[in-house]
Structure formats: structure tokens, C-alpha cells
């Protein structure tokens, strides 16, 4: 059996796949994203050409490719002699210019319209809603439920969401906490993803780096997420709406 490629990243694809692992635990979308990279990067590692896209217009040599997994896209160069896969960008939705990839465009920012947080045994649980607007103009609603339980040393997140007109997802991890450095700890994740039909699917166990200032992922109830939200600089709109939202909580005094 023909090795593995080693997968590398461009600067780009490494900035943008940081960030989706640093708002995985609060933001059902980045989650969702997450998951689908993971599934095309060990799919693009197994090496099976046949399952590869090439991009017309550009050089052939390395020829740029891409594969899809739900609406995301990655397009890569494989290098036969080191047996390497390097991922150039990846995005939401296929898209190309005159023959020429063009650079990926952030997505219209989205807006946390309801939020509910509330204390359970050694965790706590979240209901939200967001609005967005696609590329497509038409403005769409998701909601998500997420639970997280922290066992000490693992923990499990229950994470179901639905956007609309489209099919709900509930994907459940299970985390075992690693090695910290500084601001960040390794933790080795596995996630079982249960689809509409009633069928499950796996992904292999992950070794991902985790935020440990992201107050839902370390925080053990609503006081003490708000209390981590008010020590520092709040670094995404996401978390300082968070913010907002908790302070006006009444059940928090």
C-alpha cells in the first residue's frame, strides 16, 4: 500500500485553520467547518488521485486541485517526489475567475440575534441564534444547542445545530485534555456526527490545539464566563456580544 502524503499549509490556510480551531467551542458554523477540513485532510493524505479536481488555468506543474466535503472547498498542490500535500486556501463554495483562483473573501459578518446560557452538573449548555447573509444575498437563520460537560482530565460537547433549508446536524466530541503551552493545550478529540438519515459518521481522532482563554470552552458557569469576558481585551465580535448579553442577564444579579 502506497504511503500517506504529508500534509503541509500555505501561511494562509495555517491563519485561517488556527482560527477555526480557536472558535470551534463557541460557534456552531466554525465547528461545522472544522469537521469538514479534518474529513477532506485525511481524504487528500490517503492519496487516491482519481478523487482529485484540477483547476483549469493554472500552470500545470505543480497543478493546483481541490475536493469538497459539504460546502467546503480546498484546493492544494500534491508534490510527488516528498510524497507532501500542500493546502494553498480553503473556502465555503467553489469558485473561479478568468481561469485563475482568486483570493478568498471573507464571509459577511454574522450577527448573534438570541442567546441563552444556562448552569448544568460540572458544565454548561447554550441555545443561539445567528443571521448571516450568504453570497448569494438571501439572509439565513441558524440555530444551534450546544452542552458541554467537563470530566477533569476529558469532557464531552453535545452540539446540535439547523440552518435554514438545510438538514439538521448533531455532532457529539469527546475530548481528552493534553499538553498546555502557554495560552493554548493540545487535546486529542474524537467527534461522531449523527446525519439526517439516522446513520453516524466517524472521524478519526484529532490532535488539536485548543484556546484556553475562550471563556465557554474553560469556564464552569455563567459567572465565571462573564468574569473571564471582563479580565483583558476580547478578541471577536462574537465574544464581546456574548459579553453584552450576559451582563444584562438578570439571573446574574
Known amino acids: 500500500m502506497a504511503s500517506r502524503y504529508e500534509i503541509q499549509f500555505s501561511d494562509a490556510a495555517r491563519a485561517d485553520f488556527d482560527r477555526l480551531q480557536s472558535q470551534a467551542e463557541s460557534s ?24 482529485d479536481s484540477l ?24 508534490q510527488e517526489e516528498t510524497r507532501t500535500a500542500i493546502v494553498a ?3 465555503e463554495g467553489h469558485f473561479e475567475q478568468s481561469g485563475q483562483i482568486a483570493s ?11 442567546l441563552r446560557i444556562r448552569d448544568i452538573s460540572h458544565g454548561l449548555e447554550t441555545e443561539s441564534a445567528t443571521e448571516f ?10 440555530r444551534s444547542f450546544v452542552r458541554k460537560v467537563d470530566w477533569g482530565d476529558s469532557y464531552t460537547v453535545f452540539n446540535h445545530f439547523a440552518m435554514d433549508g438545510q438538514p ?3 455532532m457529539i466530541t469527546s475530548g481528552r485534555k493534553g499538553q498546555v503551552e502557554g495560552d493554548w493545550r493540545r487535546d486529542v478529540i474524537e ?6 438519515d439516522g446513520s453516524a459518521r466517524s472521524y478519526p481522532p484529532q490532535t488539536v490545539p485548543v484556546w484556553l482563554r475562550n471563556p ?12 473571564r469576558l471582563r479580565k483583558g481585551p476580547i478578541p471577536s465580535a462574537r465574544l464581546e456580544e456574548i459579553k453584552r448579553l450576559l451582563e444584562n442577564d438578570s439571573d446574574l444579579g
Open 28 to 51: 456552531s458554523e466554525a465547528l461545522r467547518q472544522l469537521l469538514e477540513i479534518h474529513a477532506l485532510l485525511d481524504q487528500i493524505a490517503e492519496g487516491d488521485h482519481s478523487q
Open 55 to 78: 483547476v483549469p488555468g493554472t500552470l500545470p506543474e505543480p497543478t493546483l486541485r481541490y475536493r469538497s466535503e459539504g460546502g467546503m472547498y480546498m484546493y492544494f498542490q500534491r
Open 89 to 91: 486556501f480553503f473556502r
Open 104 to 114: 478568498s473573501a471573507p464571509s459577511p459578518a454574522s450577527k448573534l440575534t438570541d
Open 133 to 142: 447573509i450568504g453570497e448569494d444575498g438571501v439572509k439565513r437563520r441558524m
Open 168 to 170: 439538521p446536524r448533531t
Open 191 to 196: 467527534v461522531v456526527e449523527l446525519l439526517a
Open 216 to 227: 465557554f470552552y474553560e469556564a464552569t458557569s455563567k459567572k465565571d464566563m462573564l468574569d
